[in-house]
């Protein structure tokens, strides 16, 4: 990102030394990538490497990565903890006796005939290529047989964990060979004097699948020569709680949380600066005057079945309608407390529902986000203008709703109303359109199978006199996994035919892709969550609303009071969804909204009523 500032900061008494080193890897890394001259200095002008410990600028630095610390298992120090019998321990490792007691830290329990572990630092493989090593093991022992290079077939690592040397054939060879081998892990050891570095599959390697965890820790004497000369080596996996390790600070001089870098890549610093660009454009925004700003809920407490309620909330209303023709809803999901590690696991579904009267639209969807994993910076503003039909009345109720087992949520939700009635009629005259009427057409949360497209039988309807434009406004998201990770993963497209003549489709291209949602941090998803929050999704990314399909339809049907007809149906690879195991399931909200002159009186219209039964 061009405009975000980076700072290296050292722990150590060698603060100089570390900024020379940390500089270095840099500008090497934009050599390999064969960067333009100018291109390297614009970039290293924003990159600043502090040359004095992080303590002398005083505590507040410490004291804030305290704070932030990490707690679970995706952060911390990953580590692979040695145990070397002493069946078969090696001799000479050590000079003298002197030596020994001052270099080798096994040197005192080795004379009563016992081995400390030897604990070394770890990076595994890239998650999207392989299972983690913790995940793989937990905090079960298991043991380790020397392979050398492992790039070939070697049985002798049947039900081990092959450690093998760096360099020779690619990560993919390695683990590809001691996985038909009848290995059960892999562990590389970098070279002499070289840190460990993130292993990863590369183009069209990545398309074979893999099923036994790696991971790459440095090079040490004693594991390799005990190995190298047939000793009984066991070895476990642990992540060992720590400060933290980054900050940020936004353009408006707060200090921000960097949440969960995933493997190490700087990409994720840019998505942090990206996701704190967009939240400080959109409270730029905000702060602009509106006209009308009506708070629903301020950190009320959302979870259980009933979820967060704001009733009897007053509107502005003009005796027959909504005195506004632009409707925005600002949704902010806080955390119980001001860290991350207080917010919620996982993904959900969040739904905002409306009911302001006892007609047919009570209880219908108004909105539609997804809750990030674990982190509290995000905030979105939805344009709901199309759904102020469904605010029939001066007063309404307002519910907000998650899976009722998940931990808590505290939305912070205004609706912010502009264009006023006379501002409408100063711009357009007669001619301003505003949305008079709404039907729910296609609702619910259905089963994404063969019997998906037999749930939403034909929509039959006739435009009401007065009518200008119509449109349709969709909601449209896919969960849950099936043989064919349908319906969050997999491309889905959702296809409106009007009478017969006209298709209007949409095709989720974003779901399955490595870092969809990535890169959508610039249009509002939360940086840096916990779990696989890069993937692109079926219709929606973790912490981000559900933006709408608007289509307008007016040039396709028959505006003169004659009967129209729509038909709504899913796809997945150009037919019927079919799995064969565990079908997944597709949410809609879709609505057909009818516009008028703004001078054209209101009439509420009887249609037929249609449950939401949207949560999942």
Known sequence: MPTAHYVFLSTSLSAYTDAYWMKKQIVS??????????????????????????????????????????????????????HLENSNVPIGLSLNTMDCLMHDANCAARSNGKLQPVVLKRQDARYDWLPNMFVGFGAKSAQVVFAGPGCDRNPVVRNKIALLTDGSCSYFKKVQSMQNSGSVGVIVVANTGEAIHDMNCQNTECSTVLNIPATMVPYDERIMTFARQGGLVNVKFQTTQSDNFYLAIDRKGRLQEMGWLLYPNFNFFTWQAEGMSFLADLEDQIAQPSDVVINVFNRTRMQGENGAFAGNVKLPWDGQRIAFSKLTLDLQLQCPSTTDRTC??????VHLFVCCDDSALCGMELGRWISPYRRKMGRWLTDATHLIPLLTNKRCNFTMKHPPW?????????????EPSDWLRAQHGAGGLYPDQIEPIFVGSETFDRTYNTKFPPYLFAVPGGVQRVTIYALITGHGSDNNNCAEFCVTAHNFLINEANLNSRVFTNAGTAQG???????????????????????????????????????????????????????????????TSNPGNIIISAYMVYWKEHGSAYAPRNFRQLSPGLLS
């Open 344 to 349: 919620a696991e996982w993904d959900h579904t």
């Open 517 to 579: 949602c990535a890169h959508r941090v610039k249009f509002g998803v939360e940086p840096n969550q916990h779990g696989t929050w890069l993937y692109g999704r079926n219709g929606w990314c973790p912490g981000e609303n559900i933006l709408p399909w608007v289509v307008d339809i007016t040039d396709q049907i028959q505006l003169d009071g004659q009967e129209n007809h729509i038909r709504y149906y899913g796809q997945f690879n150009n037919s019927d969804p079919n799995p």
């Open 29 to 82: 890394r934009m050599s390999q990538l064969r960067l333009p001259d100018q291109e390297v200095t614009e970039i290293l002008g924003r990159m600043h490497f502090g040359t004095s410990p992080v303590f002398q600028l005083g505590n507040w630095i410490p004291d804030l990565l305290k704070e932030w610390r990490c707690e679970d298992h995706n952060c911390g120090y990953y580590q692979a903890v040695f």
């Open 406 to 418: 998940t931990d808590p949520w505290f939305p912070v939700l205004n609706l912010r109303f502009s």
